[in-house]
């Protein structure tokens, strides 16, 4: 299975920072890499999908880059709403895989 | 609206079974290749397994494969999960979620919209 590795696990920032979240794949994926955001209670939401497409409806302050193994998930200017966790996902290969997480909380 | 709601979860006994339901609305049922995703506290999200629009194509988890049977009934709009030999790890709860892509298949396995899950827990 092809494992993937988010880093850091959990970051404090405040609102109006720039985020930056990294995700590594164990092989090449392409860029078969998708980002997902999940609040306490709720359903993981998709963000980004083949690394760097934003998904309908997601802000723009929302980007994502990165290709072969290594990937990173950026938020220009965070906002209150944003505090949550963030999962990258690869569709590279079946059984898709998860990253571990990223708990991004409030200073 | 889209709209994925899981049911069938409960408790249930180590070696017995369980069958899950996702009723599925507002959108046409039958393009889309639909999935169950599990997650726990210690292990986070793991995908289970996959059935495409046409039932055509089916893949699972090795962790459930000769376990779990994926079905999709597509004149009732509805996907299931069939459980069997249950064990203390397939503690979780359980998404059916929806591919973004029609028709689309492997590399188009990106989620886009998710049911709110169903709790499983196996306990003696």
Known sequence: DIQMTQSPSSLSASVG???TITCRASQSISSYLNWYQQKPGKAPNL????ASSLDRGVPSRFSGSGSGT???????SLQPEDFATYYCQQSYRIPYTFGQGTKLEIK | EVQLVESGGGLVQPGRSLRLSCAASGFTFDDYAIHWVRQTPGKGLEWVSGISWDSGSIDYADSVKGRFTISRDNAKNSLYLQMNSLRAEDTALYYCAKVARASGWLNQGYFDCWGQGT??????
């Open chain 1, 17 to 19: 920072d720039r985020v």
């Open chain 1, 70 to 76: 290594d990937f990173t998930l950026t938020i220009s």
């Open chain 2, 119 to 124: 709790l499983v827990t196996v306990s003696s």
């Open chain 1, 47 to 50: 963000l980004i999908y083949a």
